[in-house]
């Protein structure tokens, strides 16, 4: 989820279990769960790698973020309060200071985060829950996005703000699709998704 890993990585479990400095057995059974959430591609025991994702399933993942993350934008706009703004701004900070620092797995903890906390502004677990696991097979894509796209990543973010703060669910609704969107134009034209494979 942090794309930390670009898409197409191997993943060694005894390595991670190093540099964690823990055992074998934690690592694996968190790898397994990964595999089984679709944010790991298990090919053999020796071969787990991060999945590069196909055109069709990057589009049917993106249209699904953006009514979910649309109504939890609108469900943020109604309940926010002034701390909730205030946390959302400081967010926004952060990941303006990572992006001038060319730290794009910052910029991606903090967009994500900035994400994820519409949905719990809204007082929405459960799309939360569902957004996780959409996040965990974007992450990698979404990491080598802001690479290129820079400024645009973030740029909705302060539209969304704006509605939030003015408690206009539509507006928050539209800007953050719009920042949905946008970042995916950038993976679309950069070639970052693979070819549907002779199977299907």
Same mark, same amino acid.
């Not at 694996?28 to 055109?55: K, M, T, Y």
């Not at 934008?73 to 309060?81: G, R, V």
């Given at each position: ?8 990585s ?16 934690p ?21 787990? &790698?991060?999945?590069?994702? +196909?055109?069709? &399933?990057?589009?049917?993942? &993106? ?5 979910? +993350?649309?109504l ?12 909730d ?11 303006? +200071? ?13 967009n994500?985060r900035?994400?994820f ?10 799309? &939360? +829950? ?13 990491s080598?996005?802001y ?54």
């Amino acid at each position: 989820m942090s794309g930390a890993l670009s898409p197409g990585s191997r993943l060694k479990i005894r390595e991670l279990a190093d540099q964690m400095g823990v055992s074998v057995t934690p690592v694996r059974d968190a790898v397994l769960r990964l595999v089984n959430n679709g944010g790991l591609l298990f090919q053999s025991p020796r071969d787990i &790698r991060v999945p590069v994702i +196909e055109r069709a &399933r990057y589009l049917e993942i &993106r249209a699904i973020r953006m009514e979910l +993350e649309g109504l939890a934008a609108e469900q943020a706009a109604i309940h926010a309060s002034t701390q909730d703004i205030a946390f959302l701004e400081a967010l926004l900070q952060e990941n303006e +200071e990572a992006l001038a620092a060319g730290d794009y797995q910052q910029c991606l903890r903090m967009n994500q985060r900035f994400h994820f906390a519409l949905s719990e502004i809204g007082n929405m677990p459960i799309l &939360r +829950e569902l957004l996780e696991n959409l996040w965990l097979q974007m992450g990698p894509l979404i990491s080598s996005g802001y690479k290129e796209g820079g400024r645009t990543m973030v740029e909705h973010h302060y539209t969304v703000i704006e509605a939030v703060r003015n408690a206009d669910g539509t507006a928050a609704r539209s800007a953050i699709r719009k920042d949905i969107l946008e970042g995916g134009k950038i993976l679309l034209l950069r070639g970052a998704l693979s070819a549907p494979s002779p199977a299907n």
